[in-house]
């Protein structure tokens, strides 16, 4: 279950390890997981891992909704596929992007562009319930930042 294809290398190893290759390579990174991601997770560290080692978006059928809003306030990108059985389109070594974030707003799906190793691609909306002033969070990198810009105002 804690093994993932490294896309630097084409090999299969630790998710742990796979994001620090990421990070050291300057290569964003997302998970994509199943039903109510983060159960069990309530805690901020859960949530604080995946910003650390790099990671822009969680990608998920659903949350839990602590560690979802979580995952807000550390700037990251917690979306759920509009329709679950696009879950089964992703594959290991897919590019990952998701586009819209220019227009990010309350309500306002992204799309969710995965190009295939074969060169195919797939788009499909993800969704999203951030308001505004946890857009204001991932637009600072995370809550505490926007609260230290506040501050300093």
């Known amino acids: ?21 990421y990070k050291a390579a300057g290569i964003g990174w ?3 997981g199943d039903e109510n991601y983060g159960e069990g997770s309530s805690r901020e560290h859960a949530a604080l891992e995946p910003r650390h080692l790099g990671g ?3 990608i998920v059928r659903s949350f839990a909704r602590i560690h979802e809003t979580n995952l807000k ?23 990952v992007s998701v586009l819209g974030l220019t227009n ?8 969710c562009k995965l190009t295939h190793q074969d060169g195919s691609v797939d788009e499909f909306p ?19 930042n926007k609260m230290k810009d506040e501050a300093s105002a």
């Not at 990010?104 to 799309?111: L, R, S, W």
């Not at 993800?126 to 505490?144: C, E, R, Y």
């Open 30 to 32: 997302v998970v994509v």
């Open 126 to 144: 993800l969704n999203h319930t951030f308001n505004d002033n946890q857009i204001g969070w991932f637009k600072a990198g995370s809550a505490l």
């Open 1 to 21: 279950m804690n093994s993932i294809k490294n896309v630097v290398s084409g090999e299969f190893g630790p998710v742990p390890g796979t994001a620090r290759d």
């Open 104 to 111: 990010f707003a309350p309500g306002v799906p992204f799309t």
């Open 73 to 95: 306030k550390q700037g990251m990108l917690p979306l759920v596929f509009a329709n679950p059985a696009d879950y089964d389109k992703v594959q290991p070594g897919d590019k």
């Open 56 to 58: 822009k978006a969680i």
